[in-house]
């Protein structure tokens, strides 16, 4: 199941997220993964660390609960920046992580970049999110998701913010 949630971090957060996340990246070099996770082009960390990620893990929580109609435990927030020539393979989420929310917190030139993800129904779903907005996936351990190349100038970018949380345990 595939929900595109509008406005669901305010531009100011965004903003303040993606500075954090890049000064951290610079004063934590070894934490951060090169073209990691089928991503060529790109630089991604995790950001437990930052708690402006961290807060909207916990903010957003029964939102998505509501959402996909039941209990979830936190997982982790990772924040990746894309530029020219990346690309997302084809894959599902880890087994620890049903439910993804990737948020866009920086795109300075507006590029559309839509991310796919199949349905139950077979049916593909390609949507592009814009600064603030997120596409939850519900079962992205299950339902394959991905992004075509994305073609853009030498210093365009997307930078993105996953949140991932799990069916809480006491549910099943």
Known sequence: MVHYLENVIPLEDCEKITQLVMDFMCNTPHRVEYSAYGAPNSVGVGTDAIPECNIWLYELKSKMEELVGFK??????????YSNGSSLDKHTDRNDIGVTLSVCIENPSNIEWPICSKDYDGSTICKDIKVGDGLLIYNANELEHWRDELVCGGDDYVFMMFLHWSKQKTDE
């Open 72 to 81: 979830l435990d936190t997982v982790n927030t990772y924040c990746r920046e």
